[in-house]
């Protein structure tokens, strides 16, 4: 399978492990490497992560809900596990927030002189009691720009999908992002059978299969309306078609995560090699990757 590159890396696949918490240790990041991810995604790093939190996940019928937000781990711990990944070259992004623009943009600044190659800006987390109207292109812009004016690295700038996602994607390359991550996890409920109230008394983050059709379309309108830059898609991945379905939609990369929560390695290494096996064929043909010219035509 031809080599694929994304936010200046060079990746032996399309397949990239997602950001949350199974990417929250270095040697499982490190495992996922050697079972076949093309890169995997840090769980996000934060300079100071809620405490008071009850994380938890939901297992539902269809993909499940979390209430996860960051990594509880320091930042100076995260920085010596970066300059670990840096110094065996490995291509691990960096997701990084901070509760402002100044905080994130210093510590875009520390993950590039740790090593790390590339960041994805985790800014449309639902799951600290932010709505996704909270999500809107002023923050957006804000959050970027200040990080890009920090840092020279390649970045993406992960967004949910709903309302106003054109605007938002229009602000985040403004502010100076070199790709766009779609999509974040989405608004979802469950009610509990034992209770009749809702699963982790809230709404929180869903993932899963049902997300899949909500983001093929909206990477596909975005194509449809000229948008040239790169595009991680990420949303509902079970299988080396639904890769291949996101390539053939227009994004260049996919990232799969909430599937690696049933038989993490093996099922990794199934997606990759399913994913190889379609590549080597026809769909290979279809879905050459979008070139990274720049562009917002949203």
Not at 10 to 17: D, Q
Not at 126 to 146: F, H, I, M, Q, W
């Amino acid at each position: 399978m031809p080599e694929t590159s994304i936010l200046g890396l060079t990746l032996k696949n399309p397949v990239i492990v997602g950001s949350g918490l199974l990417t929250d240790q270095e040697r499982t990041i490190r495992r996922l490497l050697e079972e076949g991810a093309g890169a995997v995604v840090t769980k996000t790093i934060h300079p100071s992560p809620p405490r008071d939190l009850d994380e938890r996940i939901v297992r539902l019928p269809v993909g499940m809900l979390n209430s996860t937000t960051y990594s509880k781990r320091t930042v100076e711990h995260w920085l010596g596990v970066l300059r670990s990944f840096a110094a065996d070259r490995l291509p691990v992004i960096a997701s990084l927030h901070a509760d402002s623009p100044a905080a994130l943009g210093r510590l875009a600044q520390q993950a590039e002189a740790a090593g790390a190659p590339a960041l994805e800006l985790g800014i449309s987390c639902l799951n600290e009691g932010e709505t996704s109207d909270d999500d809107n292109p002023d923050r957006v812009y804000a959050y970027t720009s200040e990080t890009r004016g920090r840092t020279s690295l390649p970045l993406s700038v992960k967004l949910a999908i709903g309302e106003g996602l054109g605007d938002r994607v229009r602000a985040a390359v403004a502010g100076g992002a070199d790709a766009i991550t779609i999509s974040d996890t989405i608004a979802g409920a469950a009610v509990s059978r034992e209770t009749g109230g809702l699963e982790l008394n809230g709404v929180f983050g869903y993932s899963g299969p049902g997300i899949k059709p909500l983001v093929v379309a909206a990477v596909w309108q975005l194509r449809q309306r000229g948008f040239d830059l790169p595009i991680l898609g990420v949303g509902g991945i079970t299988s080396g078609r639904d890769v291949a379905d996101y390539l053939s939609a227009g994004a260049n990369v996919a990232q799969v995560y909430t599937a690696l929560h049933t038989d993490m390695y093996p099922t990794l290494r199934r997606i990759v090699a399913e994913t190889e096996e379609l590549l080597g064929g026809p769909v290979g043909a279809a879905v050459a990757a979008p070139g990274p010219a720049a562009g917002a035509g949203t």
